[in-house]
């Protein structure tokens, strides 16, 4: 429940940022009116980087962005590892064979290097960093649902509807899918932190989008501005923090939807 509340708290925060600040506020370039590499203070809560922007209103248009590849990452990956899943799962033979067989492929090349590879050769945008964690990400999550979809199929009640004369879509729309279904919720919660942090890695290797300001972005921000050894902690310090409870809250409370949602895991 701490961890529910936690989520919803940033995701609150992602949503009113644009009504309760102006984007130009953090974007713009200093003219002397802000101070740079200011300390936390009554004006600035926290801090200013080099340029003078305040680091709390990035902190807060960067929610907008981490969350949003997170959340949209993880619906390319769910929606990929579903469809494959369910159809080996499902019909079996060469089919299953073929996609379990791309599905290894996947599985046997390196996540980051291959994420890092395409990030770098694709335009550099916020939708080509969901496309690259979504279509590097989805293999294990094929795996989960096949893995259930042929313990579903072989259950008395699917051959009971395949004698009374059920197609296969009303199959897989009636009986298959619904009992899959809390396990997709799960991998989807379980996947989302993942994805946060593929997009801040990409960002904090410098491909990330450049017209938009990310955590990822801001470490890199931080670290190209030497603010490790320099001693501006108020810099480096918030993005790092927000990363590691937005993470933290979505591991937890997945593994909590998970034993709510799975009988057996209830139970122990």
């Not at 809390?182 to 904090?204: G, K, R």
């Amino acid at each position: 429940m701490a961890s529910l509340v936690l989520l919803i708290g940033f995701v609150i925060l992602a949503i009113i940022t644009p009504w309760i600040t102006d984007r130009a506020d953090f974007n713009a370039i200093n003219t002397g009116d802000n101070p740079t590499n200011h300390p936390p203070d009554g004006d600035y809560l926290l801090g200013t980087d080099r340029y003078g922007r305040s680091v709390a209103l990035q902190l807060m248009w960067g929610a907008r962005v981490s969350l949003f590849v997170g959340f949209a990452a993880t619906v390319l990956t769910i929606v990929i590892g579903v469809l494959i899943g369910l159809t080996a799962g499902f019909f079996g033979g060469w089919i299953d064979s073929v996609l379990m067989r791309i599905t290894d492929w996947f599985l046997v090349i390196p996540f980051l290097p291959t994420a890092i590879v395409l990030a770098a050769v694709l335009e550099r945008s916020l939708w080509t960093i969901v496309m690259v964690i979504g279509i590097t990400s989805w293999p294990s999550s094929a795996r989960l649902i096949r893995s259930q979809v042929l313990s579903v199929r072989e259950r008395l009640y699917v051959d009971r509807a395949r004698a009374l004369g059920a197609g296969r879509l009303h199959i897989v729309g009636r009986h298959i899918l619904p009992n899959v279904t809390p396990l997709i919720l799960a991998s989807a919660t379980l996947a989302v932190p993942i994805s946060i942090l593929t997009e801040t890695t990409l960002s904090f290797l410098g491909l990330g989008d450049p017209t938009e300001i990310s955590w990822g972005g801001m470490l890199d921000q931080a670290q190209q501005s030497s603010a490790v050894t320099s001693g501006h902690w108020w810099y480096y310090l918030p993005p790092g923090v927000a990363i590691m409870l937005v993470v933290l809250a979505f591991t937890i409370f997945g593994r909590a939807l998970e034993e709510v949602l799975d009988p057996r895991l209830r139970k122990r």
